[in-house]
């Protein structure tokens, strides 16, 4: 019984050693600028607008990571027409990401945030506005290739008066990558 214990603690601190040297990418990175498109819903006559954020991540683990998003949307109707719609919505998001494989440079990860939600609008033609703070959620789909990413998000207020938006955002990333 003594040598199976033994053997059983020789096996453990072998695997956690290995599992310490399995660690291929670098633990900090940060996506300085993400630019993308954004595509409300549920807002009539807009049609689209910009993206602009920035999000810092830490590597938990090569398949686990938790970062804060920081972005803003900024959309509008076309100019056709006596009514002009203009809104915007910013959140301030935690993320956590999964990478469902960790053994390339090309990476595909699916993740979820919740946050802080602020939105606003107004429509110059019928001179109203409209204003809001709320939480709210973010499922998002992705690829990570090297040091760009490209990601899928749909941000989900769980207020009326701000914006849902399907966010499509491409991002240079500093740091992180493969070792």
Known sequence: ???FFLAALLSCTLATSVQAQATNYGA???????LGYAIPGGVDGVTGGLLLGTEPRYNINDQISASLRIEIAVYGSDL??????????GSYTLFGDYYFDTEK??????GLGIGLFSGASVSVGD???DAANTIGVV???GVE???FRVALEYNLAFDE???????????GTIGGGPR
């Open 145 to 147: 290739l090297g040091h």
């Open 1 to 3: 019984m003594r040598h």
């Open 105 to 110: 440079t090309t990476r595909l990860f699916g």
């Open 80 to 89: 056709e027409g006596d009514n002009v719609d203009i809104g915007a919505a």
């Open 28 to 34: 900090f990175e940060w996506d300085i600028v993400r």
């Open 127 to 129: 001179v109203t506005a």
């Open 139 to 141: 499922p998002r789909v």
């Open 161 to 171: 008066a701000v914006a849902n938006y399907i966010g499509l955002a491409f991002a």
